[in-house]
């Protein structure tokens, strides 16, 4: 899949489905995921009322606090290089998923999705 030419929201989109354990409706707001009827904070993976509120959306391609526990979680590695950042994540002391973007938290979230769809 290429995630480079998708949408920051359809890649919101895609994080959402693989890290978030509820049931939500999806729609578009400014390109962060609405999480329709998520209320709850669940197995350590979930977004308080308070904080939807605050932010108006799951937006980890352009949200430190969204991207950050799925950035630690996974393993993902993060370098500044050439005017990009580089993230990648390691399979069995292996190389196995990167990509460079200027916004390190898209690029990490693709990163992620690489790792779910391998």
Not at 39 to 58: A, M, N, Q, S
Not at 62 to 83: K, L, P, Q, R, T
Request: glycine letters at 8%; aromatic letters at 12%.
């Amino acid at each position: 899949m290429n995630y480079e030419s998708m949408s920051d929201f359809e890649i919101n989109k895609a994080v959402a489905t693989a890290w978030l354990p509820c049931d939500y409706d999806f729609n578009e707001k400014e390109g962060t995921v609405d999480l329709v009827g998520y209320v709850t904070y669940l197995g350590g993976h979930g977004i308080p009322d308070e904080r939807l509120e605050k932010y108006g959306g799951f937006n980890p391609c352009n949200n430190a606090s969204d991207a950050w526990a799925i950035i630690a979680e996974n393993g993902i590695s993060v370098v500044f290089m050439g005017g990009e950042w580089e993230c990648h994540a390691l399979v069995n002391n292996d190389e196995k998923f990167n990509t460079r973007h200027k916004n390190l938290r898209r690029a990490a979230m693709i990163v992620f999705l690489m790792m779910q769809n391998d």
